[in-house]
């Protein structure tokens, strides 16, 4: 029989040996194949792990790039707003606007009596004391009162300019600051889809690899098993070795003894053991067809599952960014409307623009 089964072409002599050795075809599992697949799946964990730490780490440092750039906004808008109290404490005292005189509290204390003598210049016609025509003194006032008016003009002037000044330098820096957020953030969102471009075309040629790998196992496992029940079957139908009656090979000695130079074959009985053990090799093969199928469910399973996460982690960061753009622009929106809220109050509240009329009126009249 070994002489027959060698003359059947096979490159595999390990599986001839197994083929061969009747305990190993009985009892025999393939060690080093289950070592194998349990070291891929350990990779495959392992790689899964790696994948969660990178993205982890890439989630920590946007927050951390976010929470920075708050933290400067905050302190840009801090020192515009110590630096806008400053200039009101020392640049807008109350000593020092037009209207002091009119609103001071000692005005009353500082005032003169109600008489200083018959020339005071501050009486009346009802005084009689003094007449049109007899204030000789009306051209230095007015000359006092003009320069006066045009002393207080400039100095609101230059007092306008200033603010103008400061607002359009924090206006500036303010666009300066949302130029490089945007900018910052759109380099986030580049290198984030880089990352997630370059796992994903790994994650495709790894599951392309594994699929191809195991379809070319499995194509030589059927073409070597083909092959083996193909010549099995042709050595039993054509040798007439294996078709003669075992019981040729009974001996005369005992019933329980055989004759080696007359074996032909096994008995029915034990045949049937075969059988029987063939039955519960194919039994067990099943089996572990049903655990691989199982296996591999877990395992598209999982996939599904992180592809999932994946995509709300993705979603979560999203919508974060959302946030922060919307907030973003309501603080921008805020900060408008208080512009625009400042500049109508500072426009009403300097629109007085000094005609010659104003100069003129001065000593036109006996008061």
Known sequence: ??????????EDPERLKRVLDAKWR????????????????KDREQAEKDRDEAFARLTAYFDDQLTLMQQEADQIRKAY???????????QLKHTRREWDINRPDAKQLDMPGRV??????LGPSSLQ????????????????????????AEQTAIRDALRAAEKEAETAHAELVKYQDLLQQTAKSEEAAVRREVARATADYNKRLAEEKRLREYAAKQADLAANMAEMEATITSS??????NMAASSMSAYRVRKDHYKGMTETEKQAILDAQLAQMEEKKARRAQEQLENMMYARTQHDIQRALQEQAQRVDDFKKAQMARASEILKKQQEEKAERDKHLASLYRNKMAPEFFTQFGTSHR
Not at 117 to 122: E, I, L
């Open 241 to 246: 070795f294996m078709t003669e009656d075992p």
């Open 1 to 10: 029989m070994g002489r027959l089964v060698a003359q059947v072409p096979n």
């Open 81 to 91: 707003n110590h630096d806008t109290e400053a200039f009101r404490q020392q640049q």
């Open 117 to 122: 003598g018959d020339d005071d210049n501050r």
């Open 26 to 41: 009985t009892i025999g599992v393939d060690k080093e194949t289950l070592e194998l697949q349990a070291q891929e799946k």
């Open 130 to 153: 003094k007449f049109d025509g007899e204030d000789l003194t009306s051209g230095d006032r007015k000359k006092a009162q003009i320069e006066q008016s045009v002393n207080w003009w």
